[in-house]
C-alpha cells in the first residue's frame, strides 16, 4: 500500500485550531494525528477532551489519537465518543494489553500499541496478529520538535518481520522528527503511516510539506 501521513496537531496554531484543521482537511494528508498527555507517563500535559471534541467539530480526516497517559482503559469509550477513529496506546502504559487492544476493536476504533524508544519490538510478538497498527516512537514521547533517534530503522526491521510472518495488514506508524529528509529511508524501512508535527507545521508552507511526505519513496 502507499504510505500514509498524519500531521500531528500537537504542532498547529492551538490560537488558530480551526484555521489548521482546515488546512489539513484541504492537504493531501490521510489522518490527523492527536497526542494525549498525562503530565505522568510523559513529563508533559497536552489538552483533553473539549478540545478533541473541537478538533472533530471541524475535521474532515480520521482523527489518530495517541494516548500517551497510565491506565488508558478508564477513558477508552470517551476518546470513541469525541471522535476518536483509531486508538493507539502505550505497551509501557498497560499491564492488561490484550484485554486494553479487545475493548478499543469492540469500540469499533482501530486498535493501535505504541513503543517507546527503549522497549524491543520483540515484546509485542505475542499480540502483533491482534492489532490493526504499531506505532513506533521515534523520540522520547512527550514533546514535538525533537531528534530522530537513529536506532529506529532498525526496529521498523524487527516490526516488518512480524508484519510480514503474523499480519500482513499491520499499520507501522512512526512518530518523532519525522521529515523530507528521512521519509524516504523510514519508507523504505516498512513505516507506512508517517507522523509530522514540526516539519509541517514549522514550514513556511504546511500543505507542501504534506504533499513532499505524501510523494516521499
Ligand atoms: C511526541 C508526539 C508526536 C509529536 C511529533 O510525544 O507523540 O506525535 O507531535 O512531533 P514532531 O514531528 O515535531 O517530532
Ligand atoms: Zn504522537
Redesign the pocket.
Known sequence: MNHLVAP?I?AADFANLQRDIELINKSEADWL?V?IMDGLFVPNISFGFPVIKAIKKYADKPLDV?L?IIDPDRYLKDFKEAGAAVITVHLEACPNLHRTIQHIKELGCKAGVALNPHSPVALLEDIVADLDLV?IMSVN?GFGGQRFIEQTYKKLNDINTFKKQLNPNLLIEV??GVDIGNATKLINSGANVL?AGSSVFASINPTQAITNLKNAK
Open positions: 500531528s500537537l494525528h497526542d495517541h500517551m506505532l514521547p512518530d518523532g507522523v
